[in-house]
């Protein structure tokens, strides 16, 4: 069964690539969100089993957002995928127990390990 | 008050490295000129709050014809029907691409952060968007579609002393 997908990044474009990568590899994706409070709420209501996670956006940071949905459900599956590539990002990240970090741009290729590696 | 010379350098390798990622578009260093504040010179304009332990602004103008090539050739996946509704996205997230790699070469202190805000894009006379009043380095960058000019306002702030103070977490 296809592997469902939560997207959340405030910028149209990128959930588009993100989407036009896993699809074709086997990955449903079941929701879009567009700031970090949309991505805690359609996580409670869809539970993916992955959640790809941008940082810099509206109303809640993907941090704050990643943060959240790991203090609820421990398991949660999320990479970033973020320009943000400093070190602290990285950091913080994965001290909150993200599974992965991909910087923008990046190469189609990276997103699917990513994804692959995280559902492992 | 003077602004360093240093933001310069990160910005164009991250401006070159982007733009030739994607949207294969080579570009060329060309002027480095000093503004009292951003100034966008064309008619397309995004502009990028930075916070942290730098602070300001970074604004991208360059004109329609360049702005037009790169879209087109972001979008060559997109379907015909949403390359509109994704022009102004795709602007701005090469935008963000560009400031997000160079905040991260720039960032030498590895206990910090620096953020930065979602892009505003302003095509045409829609600028909506108050531009800092501060020192700026205004750096030109040349593609064979027209120009770039990336205008620099930022300064460095004293960092609190507590690391945590300087993340983007809650």
């Known amino acids: ?120 | 008050m003077a602004i360093s010379a240093d933001f310069v350098n990160p910005f164009i390798e991250a401006a070159m490295t982007v733009a030739s990622k994607v949207a294969g578009i080579t570009m060329r260093r060309g002027h480095l000129a000093y503004k009292r504040q951003p100034d966008p010179s064309y008619g397309v304009s995004i502009i990028i709050g930075v916070y942290g332990f730098l602070k300001g602004q970074v604004v991208y103008s360059m004109k329609r014809e360049l702005a037009d090539r790169i879209v087109h050739n972001m979008l060559q996946d997109a379907p015909i029907l949403d390359r509109d509704v994704l022009y102004l996205d795709a602007l701005g997230e090469l935008a963000n691409m560009i400031t997000g790699n160079a905040t991260a070469i720039l960032n030498q202190r590895k206990e910090l952060a620096i953020g930065i805000t979602t892009p505003a894009v302003a095509a045409g006379s829609n600028l909506t968007v108050t531009l800092i009043n501060m020192p700026t380095l205004a750096l030109g960058l040349y593609s064979q579609y027209g120009p770039i000019e990336i205008n620099i306002a930022l300064k460095e702030t004293a960092p609190s002393g507590d690391p945590n103070s300087e993340s983007l977490m809650p």
């Open chain 1, 1 to 120: 069964m296809d592997k469902k997908v939560l997207i959340v990044d405030d910028a149209n474009f990128i959930r588009m690539i993100v989407k036009n990568i896993l699809v074709p590899n086997g990955f449903e994706i079941v929701g879009e969100a567009t700031n970090g409070d949309e991505a805690v709420r359609q996580y409670e209501r869809l539970k993916p089993d992955l959640v790809t996670m941008d940082i810099t956006m509206r109303e809640k940071n993907g941090l704050q957002a990643a943060k959240e949905i790991i203090a609820k459900d421990p398991n949660a599956r999320i990479i970033m995928i973020t320009a943000l590539g400093q070190e602290r990002m990285l950091v913080d990240s994965f001290k909150i127990g993200v599974r992965d970090f991909v910087v923008k741009p990046f190469d189609p290729a990276r997103i699917l390990s990513a994804a692959r590696k995280a559902l492992a």
